[in-house]
């Protein structure tokens, strides 16, 4: 439970019962720090309309190697929360999820690739406090993504520490998303299964 409560949709006004039922309808559920920070009106519409910019704005990677880098740093930071809604919507995007078992052994495991471990290594040198960013982190992934994919991947990197730092100082945590318990949306369907109409 996080360290204050979440606001009750009788209590969250017309725009934040709107926000809750956009967001039942997209995730199953309300997350929780969604409904934390509701507590400060002006703050959850900049918080909102950051998010949404965000998702519209980091386009230019490819959703693996991004969602890669945020899901080290959220597990880095210790973040509960962030570990269980990023690996449920890395499912959602057909990603490989299964690898993510390795992650602490991204250096020498061949589930990642050469640029998914300059990567990785790059969000690990962020997260860091101090942090230990190289010029020959930053030269390898520059040669690798270009400068706007560089860019893609230190913004995504540090909007994630945001994120994980916030959850974490207010105790907000792990929600069930990837279990089950919190998400109803449908799983995707591996190529050449079909969903059964009865449920099995």
Partial sequence: MARIPAVAAREAGLLGRLAYRIARRRYGAVPEPLAVVLHHRPVFLAYAGWELGNERAMRRLPAS???????????????????????????????????????????????????????????????????????????????????????????????ENHRARFNHALGITDQGFTSGEACRLPMPVPAGRRISRGGG
């Fill in 65 to 159: 190697l991004r969602e890669l880098a945020v899901y080290r740093v959220a597990v880095q930071v210790g973040c509960s929360f962030c570990v269980d809604f990023g690996t449920m919507l890395q499912r959602h995007h057909g990603l490989d999820v299964e690898r993510l078992h390795e992650i602490d052994a991204y250096a020498t495991s061949p589930a990642f690739t050469p640029t998914e471990r300059r990567a990785l290594a790059y969000a690990d040198a962020m997260t860091a406090q101090p942090m230990v960013v190289t010029d020959e982190m930053v030269a390898e992934l520059d040669a690798e993504l270009g400068h706007d994919g560089l860019v893609e991947l230190t913004y995504a990197i540090a909007v």
